[in-house]
């Protein structure tokens, strides 16, 4: 049984440029949370993914955009990159109607320079 | 609003001495809370959760954590410690009943000496 799994594992954009990454959550498993880890901080919620509708969102600007597919994957978009958008990005995937708990992917590392 | 304050930015042990790690949480109930371990480099993975009953927790690799309301407290503790429990340590906090966003602490770095 795959975990969650995302895509790519590091990233290096120009400031200005456009990212997307990608994540495809545990099997079984319908929601996709999304998550921004700068260095030496705990990770801070983005938004959440449930039958492709963006379900909850955090204190992110518009160029925070995702998608959720039929098959639960996910995007996330960025858009005119900023070098404070340099950061750890980590999927987490869960059961809406479960316990509540997460389970996260690897991460995509992406730096703006 | 919730959040979750983790005061010990690092923490230093010998191996094989016992542990415990501090987090404080503020929620106008009782959340769903949970401890995360990450190594440098890596994603989460999830150590234990408390939902309800039983305020002491039992986790993966020997983790414990006890769930005070009164002081609004989640403390995780292993009674012994080994040099691969290393790495960066997590609280957090999420709405009861379902999966909602987790808000997390600012962390906890375990350093481990032989």
């Known amino acids: 049984d795959a975990g969650v799994t995302q895509s790519p594992t590091h990233l290096i954009k120009t400031r200005g440029q456009q990212v997307t990454l990608r994540c495809s959550p545990k099997s079984g498993h319908d929601t996709v949370s999304w998550y921004q880890q700068a260095l030496g901080q705990g990770p801070q919620f983005i938004f959440q993914?449930?039958?492709?509708?963006?379900?909850q969102r955090g204190n992110f600007p518009d160029r925070f955009s995702g998608h959720q597919f039929p098959n639960y994957s996910s995007e996330l978009n960025v858009n005119a990159l900023l070098l404070g958008d340099s950061a750890l990005y980590l999927c987490?995937?869960?059961?809406?109607?479960?316990?509540?708990?997460?389970?996260f992917g690897p991460g995509t590392r992406l730096t703006v320079t | 609003a919730q959040s979750v304050t983790q005061p010990d930015i690092h923490i230093t042990v010998s191996e094989g001495a016992s542990l415990e790690l501090r987090c404080n949480y503020s929620y106008g109930a009782t959340p769903y809370l949970f401890w995360y371990v990450q190594s440098p480099g890596q994603g989460l993975q999830l150590l234990l959760k408390?939902?309800?009953?039983?305020?002491l927790v039992q986790g993966i690799k020997g983790f414990e954590a006890e769930f005070k309301r009164s002081q609004s407290s989640f403390n995780l503790r292993k009674p012994s410690v080994h040099w691969s429990d290393a790495a960066e340590y997590f609280c957090?906090?999420?709405?009861?009943?379902?999966?909602?966003?987790?808000?997390f602490g600012t962390g906890t770095r375990l350093q481990v000496t032989l």
């Open positions: 993914y449930y039958e492709e509708e963006e379900r």
């Open positions: 987490a995937s869960s059961l809406l109607q479960g316990a509540g708990e997460q389970y």
């Open positions: 408390y939902f309800s009953g039983d305020t």
């Open positions: 957090a906090v999420g709405a009861p009943l379902t999966a909602s966003k987790l808000t």
